[in-house]
Each structure stands twice: as C-alpha cells, then as structure tokens.
C-alpha cells in the first residue's frame, strides 16, 4: 500500500491544488484578526467561532468535495482507469490510499487553520495559557466530521467523470447547512453541518443546535461514515471499468 | 438563420437528456424547498419578525439562499457544459467547422443564461406559491418578486462572464469549479465588503451605490469579461 | 499550370524555441490520394492543425482552393471535411443527435445525415447513444460527420486508428472513391506505411519538421530497390570474391546481399562461388519495403 500512496502523492505534485490548501486557513484568519473582542469573553472561544461559521461551515465540506474529485481527477482524464486497475493492486487499497490522501489534505488544512487561529491570538494579546484542550477538540472533531462527506463524494468521484457533477451533489447538500446548522432540532443529524457544528468550542454560548452533546454528534457521524463509505467502497470495488 | 443562431441551436441539441436542465429546476426548488421549512418551522417567530410586510420578509429569506444558489449553480452549470466538450476535444472538430469562433464563445453563454434565466422564472413562480401557502395574502408584490428573481443574474453577469471564459479555456474543471465556490463563499460574507466588491453586487444590497446602479456595473463588468474572454479564446490555439 | 489545392509556403510553427514545423511548402492536386508520411512528433498533426485554423502558423502562408485561409477563413472550411486524431463526439447523445449537431452548423439538408451514415454502414446504429459504441464505430462516426458537408478537401488524421483488418480494408476503400465518385481530394496522414501505399497517389514525408519528400508515389516506390541475397557458407569470403569481381556487396545474418543485377549476372556469381568451394543455400529477391526507404529518409528515428 505504500507504493500506491507514493504514486498517489506523485501524481498530486504538480497539480495546482496545493494553493488551495493555503486558502481557507488564511481566510479564517483574516476573519479571526478583524473580529471584535469585547472584554470580558473568552477571545479563543470567539474565535473559534467566528472561525467555524467561516471555515467548518463552508470551506471544509466543499474542499472535501474538490479534493475527493481531484484525487480521481487523473484517472478519469487520462483515459479510464483500466490502467491504474490493471496494475497489480489491489481495489482496496486504491481506494483506501486515495481517501486517506483526502483525508491527510485535510488535516494539513486543520493543522493550518490552527497555526492562523494561534497567530492570531498572539498577535492580539489573548490570554494565555492556550486552550490548548478546547481546539484540539475543534480542530480534530471537525476533521473527523468531515470523513463521512469524504467517504461519499469519493464514491460519487469515482463513478461520475465529469468533475462538475460530484460538486454540484457537494455543493447541494453543502449550502443547506447554512439554515439547518442554526436548527435545533434537525442540525445535530444533518451530516454536512457537523464539520462546524463539531468545530464550535463546547462552552461557547451560542443558538439552537450548538449546545449539542458530543455523543450524539460522534454517532451521527460515525453512522452516516459507515453507511457512505461501505456504498462508495463496495462501488469501487465492484465497478467495471 | 446567423452563424450565431445555428451555433445556439446545436449547443442546445448537446445538453439534451444531461443533468443541466436539471440542476436548472433543482437550484430553485431547493432554494424554495429550504425556505417553505424554514418557514413553517418557525412560523411564528419569523411571521412575527416581518408582521409589517409579511412578503418583503419572504422575499428577502429567498434572495438570501437564492443568490449563493446562483452563484455556485451558474459555476456548475457552465463546467458542466464545457466539460463535456472537453472529454473528446470536442473543439478541434466545432473550430474547424465554417462558423466564427466568436458564434461558438457567444453560443456557450447563451445557453447558460438560457438555463439561469429558467431558474430566476421558477424561482419567481416558486415564492409566489410558497407565499400563498403561507398564507401571506393574495396582495402579492409582483413587481419585487420579479426583481428580486431577475436582477441578481444581471448584477452577477461578471461571474457568468469569468466561468464560461475559465471553463471554455481550460481542460482541467478543477480551476473553474474551484474559483466558483470560493466565489460563492465570498458572496456570502460580502454584506461587510464595500460596494466596489463585484461577489457583493448580486445581493441588490441598499448602499452608496443604489441596486440600479449595481445592476448596471454587474451587466458593464459582464460585457467587459465576456470581450476579455472571447478574444483570448479567438486567438488561443487548439490542442 | 493547375492550381493547388492545398498549397503552404514555408510554412512554421514555433512553439517556445523550437520549431514544431520548419518551413513546410505543401502542394495537393486536385483529386490526389496525399499520404502525409513521418515519425511520431514530426509535426504532422501540427500541421493539419494550421491547415484547419485550429492553430495559428508563425510565419508561412496557407493558400487553399486558391485562397489564402487566414483571410477567407469561413469559406474555405465550408469545403474541408475534416477528422483530426481521435474522433470527438458526445456519448450521451445518439449518432443521429451527433450527426445532427453538426449539421445545423453546416445548414445542410436533413436528408445528408441519413446519406452518410449510409456511406459509413451506421445506418443501423443510427439511434444508440454512442458512448456504447465501440472504437471502429466511434471512427466511422468521424468519418460520416467530416463528410456531411460534402466537401472537396477530406483532411484525415489517422482514420484507420483503432480499427480491426476488415474496418481498415473498409475505410481504405472508402477513401479511395472519394475522388472518383465525390470528386474529393483527400489528405490522409498516418504513420501506417503499409496502408499509406495501397492508397496514396502522392506523398509527403515530414520529418523534424521539415518535408524531405514530396512526389509521387511511384517516385517513392522506385527509391525502394531490390536486391539479391545469397545464404552461403563463408560470407566473409564469398564478399570478398564478389567485390574482387566488381560486384560490391553486404554481409546480412544468413550471406550477402548485393544490389540487383540481370539473370546472367545472378547466375555467374552462384557459379563463382560454388566453383571456389562456398556452398550456396538459398537464393532470394528482396524488395526494400516502404518502410526501409522511409526509415532511412528519416534517419532511422523510427515510428512507434
């Protein structure tokens, strides 16, 4: 599998999606630094909020999307994938490297994010020591989150070759987030909304689904990853080509 | 009929039985589908929010989701289009037929707007039902509806303009698409950008500049990018 | 003298610093078969492509039908059917749809697409989506779609690409009525030798940009000589005692070979060499092929 994840990420050299990485950490940044800290709140827990109307609400399920359509972009360009397939590898671990890819793009973003957000703190004086526990929380739970949005547009990124038409499913689901995730009664179950939902610091004081407890959060998550990643695996696996 | 008119009568042949006509629909029933919930869920709350103009409140609650929907929905749409141009080269055998390159450039957009323009209507028929069903009175503000529906596309011209140019242009979708969405993102958080901003213009926000003018910079910004566009495409050798 | 068809004058294509096409002048007559010949990279398709206006030449000039294609550039391609390398169309759409997409472009009568679907033998397939075609079908496709106009120049870049022996022998056939019946003049480029020299009237070889040949196909074929080689015992010897006699010669795996000579001659050097003791095996007529010809035109670069 290790051969497969070096070609992968050989193949992504020279693309032009790396700048692409750097966009939303800095946009949320520049949010996070315009923002207005009254005094006697807690400024990382702003912050992070702000950070995750911008970045977990938006930027994160739609990045998920690009980047699950480019991972698959080459082979669909290139003239099928009966080349990559006709290798001695295996489906599986195709698959699996290029959601892992997927996955590992959106780390790096978080880990980005995070080097914004504490920029920013510095910068302005927040109070220290770092909450470190509060974003690590953010950070990670948002990117987890994200692996069930990940897991299905890998499916439908492997089935459809027109790159657009995966993003406009990303993007269908993606927009209605900006209404459901400020419902109370349907945000927690709507897995689009829970990259932010899971991004909102725990204590921050806030409207409607956000004061949702982490439990319900992490089986909605794991659930629908369950579901869409055994469909778009079992697609792959089975596809003919 | 013109070179243009044979050429826009093909390209609409192409999109025959393809998802396009279909996102078409789908933008603004979503958009009207979204809002029907949004609004019956928290009738209250909302009828009581907007008690002085029951259909102003509704109107606006569309205009909100409706734009971004145009927004990444126009990026979509014209990916879409070119793309499947693109998968066989499709060019190299429409540029060396006897029809101006200018007839194919204007042809894509053509058909694009064709298809926005079917959405604005179903939007427009759309908030017109829905607030009907809601019960907001038959004194329904046409005039608005209409507005409010039509004027966003023409206030974002520039973006329709800038997709078809970087879609038609390059093979790899990847880049438009991507310059769509983040252009569909910055429209969201444009309210606070000032007026000189195109992503915050298809809002038809009240500002230093009034919508009419802003209407007018979108369709002048719309017209420039489209000569920009298409002289870059005149010119560009085929691969 | 006649017009050309299709004539060029130093005709380039710089792209960067390298020059794709090198000061190509081509001349197609009217009702020739023109095989344009050369290696991978050569620069024929980029030269198809400026024939066609898909690509802009950085110096030269391009005269067909006896007007210059920059400025008529409308009119000119009203009368040139053209299929350039792989054959482009849209999967979700029947031939008939593909066909017909094209068609309202032209403005040709409705009743052409059932004409040249005939001509191709689609006319059974007309109305599948042609995604599920298979790749003879898809170029077949091509070909119908480059003749709907009807036009007087048919400009094919690989047309047997893809195809089995039969779909080849089909198209060949095909291309080679085309002036006949069609009054057409037909460009057909390859790198399939074989099939260049069962139809071509004239050919154009390009190599590294540059058109080291340009003649008849006769032309080329009599630059192809035959020879003589003789499976023997003792190569080394039998050579030597034939260039002692004037007759210079060439050491192959199995004899020599040498260049061909009358009967009397062929007969006199066997006698020769079995006098001095070599055994002769074999006697046999080799005809240089295209290929050798062509191979040692450009240089052994080769074609893959």
């Known amino acids: 599998m290790l051969g497969v994840f070096r070609s992968e990420l050989l193949k992504l050299r020279k693309s032009p999606i790396w700048w692409l990485i750097f966009v939303s950490p800095a946009l949320s940044t520049l949010v996070a630094y315009a923002e207005f800290y009254p005094e006697d709140l807690l400024p990382w827990h702003i912050s992070l909020s ?71 703190g510095f910068f302005k004086g927040f109070p220290m020591p770092v909450p470190w526990d509060v974003i690590t929380r953010s950070l990670l739970g948002s990117w987890i989150a994200c692996l069930p949005l990940a897991a299905l547009q890998m499916g439908v990124s492997v089935a459809w070759s027109n790159f657009a038409a995966p993003m406009a499913l990303n993007v269908i689901f993606t927009l209605p987030s900006i209404l459901i995730a400020n419902s109370e009664k349907y945000g927690p179950y709507y897995p689009w909304a829970q990259p932010a939902l899971a991004m909102l610091p725990r204590e921050a004081e806030s409207f409607g689904a956000f004061n949702v407890p982490l439990e319900s959060l992490f089986f909605v998550i794991a659930g629908s990853f369950v579901i869409f990643f055994a469909a778009g695996y079992s697609y792959f696996l089975r596809k003919p080509v | 009929m013109t070179g243009f008119g044979r050429v826009f009568s093909s390209d609409l042949l192409k999109l025959r039985r393809t998802f396009v006509w279909g996102l078409a629909v789908l933008g603004p029933v979503g958009v009207i589908a979204l809002q029907a919930v949004n609004f019956m869920l928290r009738y209250d709350w909302l009828t009581k929010l907007y008690a002085e103009d029951l259909w102003g409140g509704l109107i606006d609650n569309v205009k909100w989701l409706g734009v971004p929907a145009l927004m990444i929905g126009l990026a979509i749409v014209a990916s879409m289009m070119a793309g499947y141009e693109h998968q066989t080269n499709a060019w190299k055998q429409t540029l060396a037929l006897p029809i101006s390159r200018t007839a194919v450039y204007t042809g894509k957009i053509a058909a694009l707007l064709v298809l926005l323009l079917i959405s604005c209507t179903l939007l427009a028929i759309g908030t017109v039902l829905l607030g009907v069903l809601l019960g907001f009175g038959a004194d329904v503000p046409v005039g608005k509806i209409l507005s409010s529906s039509y004027l966003p596309l023409l206030a974002a011209m520039p973006f329709v303009s800038l997709q078809v140019w970087l879609s038609v242009t390059m093979k790899n979708q990847a880049v438009p698409l991507t310059i769509g969405i983040l252009g569909t993102v910055f429209n969201l958080y444009s309210s606070s950008l000032n007026e000189w901003f195109p992503w915050r213009w298809p809002y038809l926000l009240e500002g230093a500049w009034s919508p009419f003018m802003t209407v007018v910079a979108g369709l002048a910004v719309g017209a420039l990018l489209y000569g920009v566009g298409m002289n870059h495409f005149r010119v560009k050798d085929v691969n | ?30 009702g020739e078969i023109y095989g344009f010949l050369g290696p991978n990279g050569a620069g024929k398709t980029t030269t198809i492509r400026m024939l066609l206006g898909l690509a802009k030449p950085t110096g030269g000039s391009i005269r067909i039908f006896g007007k210059d294609l920059k400025r008529e550039k409308l009119a000119v391609l009203r009368r040139i059917g053209s299929l350039v390398e792989n054959p482009s169309y849209y999967g979700h759409l ?95 480029s390859s790198h399939l030798l074989s099939e260049i020299d069962q139809m071509a009237t004239q050919v154009g070889i390009i190599s590294k940009g540059r058109l080291i040949f340009q003649d008849s196909i006769q032309t080329l074929r009599a630059r192809a000589q035959s020879g003589i080689e003789l499976a023997v015992s003792r190569p080394e010897e039998a050579g030597r005692l034939l260039l002692s006699v004037g007759c210079p010669s060439e050491r192959t795996d199995r004899g020599i070979v040498f260049r061909h000579q009358s009967d009397d001659n062929v007969a006199a050097v066997v006698k020769l060499l079995v006098e001095r003791g070599i055994s002769v095996y074999r006697v046999e007529e080799k005809k240089a092929s295209l290929e050798d010809v062509f191979l040692e035109m450009t240089g052994g670069e080769g074609s893959l």
């Open chain 1, 50 to 120: 702000m950070i995750a109307m911008v970045h977990g609400l938006l930027f994160l399920p739609l990045l998920t999307g690009v980047f699950a359509a480019f991972v698959c972009r080459f082979e669909h360009a290139g003239g099928g994938w009966k080349q990559l397939l006709a290798l001695p590898v295996s489906r599986s671990s195709v698959f699996l490297v290029k959601f892992a890819m997927v996955m590992g793009i959106l780390l790096v973003i978080q880990l980005l994010v995070c080097a914004g957000l504490l920029a920013v």
């Open chain 3, 1 to 30: 003298m006649n017009e050309w068809i299709v004539e060029t004058q130093i005709l380039t294509k710089r792209i960067g610093n390298k020059k794709i096409v090198d000061g190509v002048d081509l001349q197609i007559g009217k």
């Open chain 3, 94 to 188: 029947t031939a008939r749809e593909n066909l017909e997409a094209v068609r309202r472009i032209l403005g040709v009568p409705k009743s052409r697409i059932d004409e040249v679907l005939g001509i191709v033998r689609l006319s059974n397939e007309a109305n599948r989506p042609v995604k599920g075609f298979s790749l003879g079908m898809k170029q077949r496709l091509g070909i119908a779609t480059a003749l709907l106009g009807s036009p007087e120049l048919l400009i094919l870049d690989e047309p047997t690409n893809g195809l089995d022996p039969s779909g080849i022998l089909e198209i060949r056939e095909l291309i080679k009525t085309m002036p006949k019946e069609h009054g057409m003049t037909v460009l057909v």
